[in-house]
T-cell receptor, first 114, second 115 residues
Framework: GQQLNQSPQSMFIQEGEDVSMNCTSS?????WLWYKQDPGEGPVLLIA?????ELTSNGRLTAQFGITRKDSFLNISASIPSDVGIYFCAGQLRSGGGADGLTFGKGTHLIIQP | EAGVAQSPRYKIIEKRQSVAFWCNPI?????LYWYQQILGQGPKLLIQ????????DSQLPKDRFSAERLKGVDSTLKIQPAKLEDSAVYLC?????????????FGSGTRLTVV
């Protein structure tokens, strides 16, 4: 099955820095999602995007749905220690109505140095 | 609201043995999914149920994996016989039929180690 191309694979940053990660696909998605996964837990949804060009914020997080429908990015501003974890992008071919399975990227491992 | 419940949390078996995982979705969620997450990878969809019917099982290795959701509520995923490459975390997720991203919830998973 398809997987999304997510980059970077890992990031080592200082507390307080801004973070940017992105995801690309060879095919179109109708919905883009960003999840965070802590060790031993399932993914937790951070932001959902439903329309091409959409820019959505959730606190210090901002994500955008690319115009081509084949990419998305996630920014985290002023990182704090609890932002440590693995961030996944996920695409879905249909939005609303039928609730399809998700196609995930390989994840970006965020490590914050105090 | 209670989350998606999964059990057991951990399981260690020898290759060629069988194993079963259980999932209880959020009350009222008609759609249930099983994902496989191999270490260092994102989750991969194995099977999707709508109530008690299978919607998508195109990525389920049907020669050894099976899943059922008999009463449209909880579900079991079985592997028989297990191979070393089945070592992974098995995640269950559920959502409302008329899905919005914020209704799609994952459980904590079952970590399977095949030795």
């Amino acid at each position: 099955g398809q997987q999304l191309n997510q980059s970077p694979q890992s990031m080592f940053i200082q507390e307080g820095e801004d973070v940017s990660m992105n995801c690309t696909s060879s095919s179109i998605f109708n919905t883009w999602l960003w999840y965070k996964q802590d060790p031993g837990e399932g993914p937790v949804l951070l932001i959902a995007l439903y329309k091409a060009g959409e820019l959505t914020s959730n606190g210090r997080l901002t994500a955008q749905f690319g115009i081509t429908r084949k990419d998305s990015f996630l920014n985290i501003s002023a990182s704090i220690p609890s932002d440590v974890g693995i961030y996944f992008c996920a695409g879905q071919l249909r939005s609303g109505g039928g609730a399809d399975g998700l196609t995930f990227g390989k994840g970006t491992h965020l490590i914050i140095q105090p | 609201e209670a989350g998606v419940a999964q059990s057991p949390r951990y399981k260690i078996i020898e290759k060629r043995q069988s194993v079963a995982f259980w999932c209880n979705p959020i009350s009222g969620h008609a759609t249930l999914y099983w994902y496989q997450q191999i270490l260092g990878q994102g989750p991969k969809l194995l099977i999707q149920f709508q109530n008690n019917g299978v919607v998508d099982d195109s990525q389920l290795p049907k020669d050894r994996f099976s899943a059922e959701r008999l009463k449209g509520v909880d579900s079991t995923l079985k592997i028989q016989p297990a191979k070393l490459e089945d070592s992974a975390v098995y995640l269950c997720a559920s959502s409302y039929k008329g899905w919005s991203g914020y209704g799609y919830t994952f459980g904590s998973g079952t970590r399977l180690t095949v030795v």
